[in-house]
């Protein structure tokens, strides 16, 4: 650690204000007129020792008189009560007069992340710094900055995203503004500026804390600074260009395929299915001339080429023994180890290191190595390279195989891959990758190489855990992702603070691994789904909507409930429910007037038609609503229960049919196809209305079944479609 009058030497260096301070060994080097150079009636006295980290909480820092007896007394009374700590002596310093309001006290810091590199953090500081980042809505008490991944271009807009940081640049009520953005930006950057030349060879963690602002500008009241041991980690690097190989092989090897239906056998099962050809499958299977119209041979070194992609199937015990033998004879190109155990299990680490060897050896010279993809992975389906290699049953999973959607679901764990796949019925992706352990190719390798492929419009993440400096391999491929105009959704499990539980700092055990994740990856244009279920509905979002505009945050909307316009009120989040325009209002108000209802209800947005209004009204008023110049996105609503509108299926006691052309989801499904704008609809009813649901969503309109849910979801779609515009900061005015 560095000594506190180091540390404020560094930051004198870096041009951020820090109090006057004079340094003693002991209370016997207090000259008499030594006090007279500092501002002011009080002074502060700390103790100094890399041993105390907070030293507030243990009395190390007292506030008094500027008089020489007393303050001599108090560096005699702090003597005594730290003689058994190694202590290199004692600081006096300006008293700095602040306020202790909220708002008053930031915390600035960097620090070495394993996952992203240094980053730096902009937070609520003082004592309460932890309490208020736990308490505080995620995402709006703390800004995190990259100096790779973050444009300086967007540090103003990142910080004013930030609950903490708005509260400190605007004015509220009467009571100025404590600090520009322009000039918070500037602290910013020196942190940034710092971090990329230091951390993390020289500094792994950095805070400021407090950083107080004063009528004369900010002021460094306390720092804690970490030093390196000399060493900058290196990211691994894989040939990617291989996955080629892996995604569209020619031909494909594999092993452990059984008789009997073992997953080895399931596997092969479903890569002929697809419809790859069996004269290009080759089995490892001692003792057999052919399996399933599939040609065998007795090893991997007899197989008559090398392959595309060779598939592992086996117990996990001879998992290295076949990798060895895979790299020794250059067999294949590219392999998915399915079996997890390897590193994993006690007993296991001299295997895996012998691996891991062999793979270095083979990444050392002009072929390379395979790349790899596992161990303990489901397998990989892929549509344009016509095989799948998982073991599920494709009858499991997909309910109807339909058209290629452009979406690549990359996912760490294979069960969550298949379950996603099974939710996602009505979508067929381009790719369906488990990653498994990780062992070699990794979730960032997978989004690296992707990210080129012009047919994939959506990708969809779901990680446990980064390898060393992968996160910021992914956060680069996603960036440029998004800056193109397509859609990144992750889903980051592994949220505990247990990363940060070995750090010194406020910084780390305030931004924890999912904070940082999830605040950089927001910056690069990322959707973060918070939940399982909102993962689903975003990447549904994403395939359906992908093609329709997003330009800002100006929202109409249409129920046939009351309680729904309430819910839309209240839920608004960074929407904003803007007036008609005329022209609109005249179209709006002949439809209230054909329906009889224009002396119950009036114009307004949102858009109440009652339960009165049948499907034709319903569908017009929905269309005339959504094609307003006023309007930047959509929701409508239905509560499906009465009998003006044609909401349910075939069925005894009734004669509705929502198959109908004139039923109300046959004219909504159309709607879908002539507005451009990005909308969703709701049907808010029980089981009765499942098959109107599922019937919109077969014609791509993204339905859900509760109003506050629809809009919380589609806020966060919205959000990532226009960060790259930088529309996800300010809400738009009331149109004049």
């Known amino acids: 650690m560095l000594l506190d009058p180091e540390g404020f030497q560094l930051l004198d260096a870096m041009s951020i204000p820090v109090p006057r301070q004079q340094f003693l ?68 310093n300006e008293y700095v007069h602040h306020d202790i309001a909220l708002g008053s006290q930031l915390l600035l810091g960097m620090r070495w992340t394993d996952d992203f590199g240094p980053i730096v953090t902009l937070g609520p500081g003082g004592i309460h710094a932890e309490f208020l980042a736990e308490n505080l809505k995620p995402g709006s008490a703390l800004a995190v900055f990259s100096p790779e991944l973050t444009p300086d271009d967007l540090i103003e807009s990142v910080l004013a995203g930030d609950a903490i940081t708005r509260l400190v640049t605007q004015h509220i009520r009467h009571r100025e503004a404590r600090i520009s953005p322009e000039l918070l930006g500037d602290l910013v950057r020196k942190f940034l500026a710092v971090a990329s030349a230091t951390v993390p060879h020289d500094i792994v963690e950095f805070e400021v804390n407090p950083l107080v602002l004063t009528t004369r500008g900010p002021v460094a009241l306390d720092v804690l600074v970490k030093l390196g041991d000399g060493r900058t980690p290196a990211p691994g690097e894989r040939p990617i260009h291989k996955i080629r190989h892996l995604l569209e092989p020619r031909t494909i090897g594999l092993i452990g395929v059984s008789q009997s239906r073992n997953p080895g056998r399931i596997i092969l099962e479903n890569i002929l299915q697809e419809g790859f050809s069996p004269d290009r499958v080759f089995l490892v299977k001692p003792g057999a001339d052919s399996t399933a119209g599939v040609m065998c041979y ?18 996990a015990a001879r998992v290295p023994e076949i990798l060895q033998e895979v790299i020794g004879s250059q067999k294949a190109e590219s392999m998915i180890v399915v079996p997890g155990g390897l590193g994993e299990r006690s007993g296991t680490e001299a295997l895996e290191q012998g691996v891991r060897f062999a793979i270095a050896e083979a990444r050392a010279s002009s072929w ?27 009858y499991k999973i997909r309910n109807q195989p339909g058209r290629a959607t452009p979406l690549a679901v990359i996912s760490q764990s294979g069960a969550f891959a298949a379950a996603r796949a099974s939710r996602l019925a009505n979508l067929n992706p381009r790719y369906l990758i488990s990653v498994g352990n990780q062992s070699d190719l990794t979730v960032g390798d997978y989004l690296s190489y992707l990210k080129d492929d012009p047919e994939i419009e959506i990708f969809a993440c779901y990680v446990e855990g980064f390898r060393p400096l992968d996160g910021r391999r992914w956060l680069s491929a996603a960036a440029e992702i998004t800056a193109s105009g397509r859609s990144v959704i992750l889903y980051r499990a592994g949220r505990t603070a247990a990363g940060a539980a070995a750090t010194a700092s406020h910084t780390a055990s305030i931004a924890g691994d999912y904070s940082v994740t999830r605040e950089l990856a927001q910056t690069a244009g990322v959707v973060v789904a918070d939940t399982l279920a909102d993962f689903d509905d975003v990447t549904l979002l994403a395939c359906y909507l992908n093609s329709c505009s997003v330009s800002g945050w100006r929202l109409g909307a249409v129920s046939n409930a009351g309680f729904e316009r309430v819910a839309i009120a209240d839920t608004l989040g960074r929407f904003y429910v803007p007036s008609f325009t005329q022209a609109t209002e005249r179209k709006l108000d002949g439809v209230l007037r054909t329906a009889g209802i224009d002396s119950v209800v009036g114009v307004q947005n949102p858009l109440d038609l009652t339960p009165i209004t049948g499907d034709a009204l319903f569908a017009e008023a929905a269309r005339v609503v959504l094609e307003d110049d006023n309007v930047d996105v959509g929701v409508v609503g239905c509560v499906p229960m009465t009998e003006a509108l044609n909401t349910l299926g ?51 309109v993204p339905t859900f079944r509760t109003m506050d849910r629809a809009l919380r979801v ?9 960060r790259h515009e930088g529309k996800q900061i300010s809400m738009p005015e009331e149109p004049s």
């Open 25 to 92: 060994h002991s209370a016997a080097d207090l000259e008499p007129g030594q006090l007279a150079t500092f501002p002011g009636d009080r002074v502060v006295v700390k103790v100094v020792t890399e041993r105390i980290l907070h030293k507030t909480d243990v009395g190390g820092v007292l506030a008094v008189p500027k008089e020489h007896a007393v303050v001599a007394a108090a560096v005699q009374s702090m003597e005594r009560n730290f003689a058994s700590q190694e202590v290199s002596g004692f600081t006096i």
């Open 298 to 315: 007795p090893s991997i070194t007899s197989l008559p080429t090398t392959v595309d992609l060779f598939v592992v199937s086996v117990a």
């Open 368 to 394: 390379q190595g395979p790349v790899i993809s596992g161990g303990n992975c489901l397998g990989i389906r892929s549509v344009p390279g016509r095989y799948n290699a998982t073991f599920i049953p494709e």
């Open 650 to 700: 075939p069925g005894q006691g009734h004669h509705e049919s929502l198959h109908d052309e004139s039923s109300i989801v046959s004219q909504i499904a159309r709607l879908r196809q002539v507005t451009s704008k990005a909308w969703v609809a709701v049907v808010d009813g029980g089981t009765l209305y499942d098959a109107m649901a599922a019937e919109l969503q077969r014609h791509e």
């Open 714 to 722: 589609f806020e966060n779609y919205c959000r990532g479609r226009l």
